[in-house]
């Protein structure tokens, strides 16, 4: 491919600010929102339809998935939820509504226009559970070890640096902690170049991975217990698929902790001190410590 990963980027912005806008004027009109336009392999109709039925009308029509991974990664009370690529919100919505209220579920994405989509979204539905992030899937603007399930639909497939995009999910996540996501995968047969020929890196098929490259991804960058089982065909060679994967209890990160600020310490900026305050304001200093597991709780 001859575009620069900073290129591609940009390309799936635009692509995905367009889709926000075209859902956040459509809203506005008599007859409601439409969705974006998709195929049958993509977008709101592989909801089920008591779940379209409980979320707002934009928040359907914005959707641009090909699965629906909140009903892969078996949510359950009280846990807390990453969504990489939340979009106008409707798996961080479904999310909250599993996980209830004393859960909690986060929405990261890197477009603007999505991002408000999604604020105005999560007020629509009366969700207090929520908390939309900007920023990239590459760089998860969280700290290590808070997050019990993160979760992504069809998004990973639009990163041009995905061991990184593994290994920030792996530094989120809690010992024990797992993924349930909805991708595109490729037949390890096919060549990026014969991915490429069968459609556009924006639209989640010429990124895609191949199942033994998103099995070897997934390991090298820590997880255990990998499942990547095949839902429905999207093109030739190429598959929508559930992935499956956990972070061992035994995990220590130790590499991820000294890449770490030597200024944060059990995620609390100048622990044990009179200033000390948690590194996400999301969490009070309490819940933060033991978040970490560090065992400092003084």
């Known amino acids: 491919m001859s575009e620069q990963p900073t290129d591609l ?16 004027e459509g809203g506005s009109a008599c007859c409601g929102p439409q969705p974006v336009e998709v195929d049958e392999n993509f977008g709101s109709t592989l909801y089920a339809a008591d779940e379209r039925e409980v979320l707002p009308a934009e928040a359907v029509a914005a959707s641009l998935g090909c699965g629906n991974p909140t009903a892969v990664a078996e949510l359950r009370e009280g846990e807390r939820v990453l969504d990489l690529g939340s979009g106008g919100g409707i798996d961080v919505l479904l999310s909250a509504r599993r996980v209830g209220p ?48 993160v979760i992504s639909n069809c998004v990973i497939n639009l990163s041009t640096d995905k061991p990184a995009v593994f290994t920030e999910a792996f530094r989120v996540l809690k010992p024990g902690g797992r993924i349930g996501v909805s991708d595109v995968v490729a037949d390890d047969s096919l060549t990026p170049d014969q991915r490429a020929e069968r459609g556009d890196y924006v639209g989640c098929i010429a990124g895609a991975l191949s199942f033994a490259e998103y099995r070897a991804g997934l390991a090298t960058a820590g997880f255990a217990d990998v499942e990547i089982i095949p839902t429905h065909a999207v093109a030739d060679g190429m598959h929508s698929a559930i992935i499956r994967a956990a972070k061992p209890l035994t995990s220590t990160d130790a590499p991820l902790e000294a890449a770490q600020s030597a200024d944060e310490c059990c995620g609390v900026n100048a622990c044990c001190t009179s200033g000390e305050a948690s590194a996400d304001p999301a969490l009070t200093v309490t819940e933060a410590k033991t978040a970490s597991e560090c065992g400092c709780q003084s």
């Open 102 to 149: 004393t859960g909690k579920a986060y929405g990261l994405d890197m477009t603007d226009e999505m991002l408000e989509l999604a604020l105005a979204n999560a007020e629509k539905a009366g969700a207090t559970n929520v908390e939309f992030l900007k920023g990239t899937m590459e760089a998860i603007p969280l700290p290590p070890r808070t997050i019990d399930v």
């Open 9 to 24: 980027r940009e390309a799936v912005r635009r692509r995905y600010a367009a889709a926000a806008v075209q859902v956040t």
